[in-house]
């Protein structure tokens, strides 16, 4: 079965850069055109916010929040996505997670598996 | 942006008896792309409806979702020990996608 897991820092540094990766097992990134791959976090006690996602060719779309700060990317040889958010702030921790979007016939996306998460804290 | 707006914010019910949860839109976003996530404590949430109506993969039967436009609903039919977690509505429609605030389904 797809699973999924994040991997990176548990604590990073105010204005520095965030940087997680999510590996991909028992299935490849680059085999099916049905799938985005995703990021999504959660800060303590709260709701989700969607980051963005990336297709196995590097298409990427993402929150027009955070845009200026997100880097998505892939490497299909590794068979990983990564997150690369700049310039973080307290209000930036949160458990990130990485999930497999499910692409509809006209590009929209939700989430079916999703990895256990992470929890990043910005903090000096 | 898209805000979604869940009601009740908490949910006292006891086992067998049956949840409605509501999930309703701040603007319509096309067609019926909203989803439903069940999340436990420090677990990743959980797919259980998308398209408004369709059940994930391996989703029991007495969850059922519905709606169109800006109001959705999901309903569990007979609650069982397992059922009582936070409930998130997503909207893919529209991006950003964005989340509502949850509901939390509690034992009374």
């Known amino acids: 079965q797809l699973q999924l897991r994040e991997s990176g820092p548990g604590l990073v540094k105010p204005s520095e850069t965030l940087s997680l990766t999510c590996t991909v097992s028992d299935a490849s990134i680059s085999s099916s055109a049905s799938y985005y791959w995703g990021w999504i976090r959660q800060p303590p006690g709260e709701s989700l916010e969607w980051i963005g996602n990336i297709y196995f060719n590097g298409g990427t779309f993402d929150n027009p929040s955070l845009t200026s700060r997100v880097t998505i990317s892939v490497d299909t040889s590794k068979n990983q996505f990564s997150l690369r958010l700049n310039s973080v702030t307290a209000a930036d921790t949160a458990v990130y997670y990485c999930a497999r979007g499910v692409r509809t016939y006209n590009g929209q996306v939700f989430f079916d598996y999703w990895g256990q998460g992470t929890l990043v804290s910005v903090s000096s | 942006e898209i805000v979604l707006t869940q009601s009740p914010g908490t949910l006292s019910l006891s086992p067998g008896q049956r949840a409605t949860l509501s999930c309703r839109a701040s603007q319509n976003f096309g067609n019926t792309y909203l989803a439903w996530y069940q999340q436990k404590p420090g677990q990743a949430p959980r797919l259980l409806i998308h398209?408004?109506?369709n059940r994930a993969t391996g989703i029991p039967d007495r969850f059922s979702g519905s709606g169109s436009g800006t109001d959705f609903t999901l309903t569990i039919s007979r609650l069982e020990p397992e059922d009582f977690a936070v409930y998130y509505c997503q909207q893919y429609g529209s991006s950003p996608y964005t989340f509502g605030r949850g509901t939390k389904l509690e034992i009374k």
């Open positions: 398209g408004s109506s």
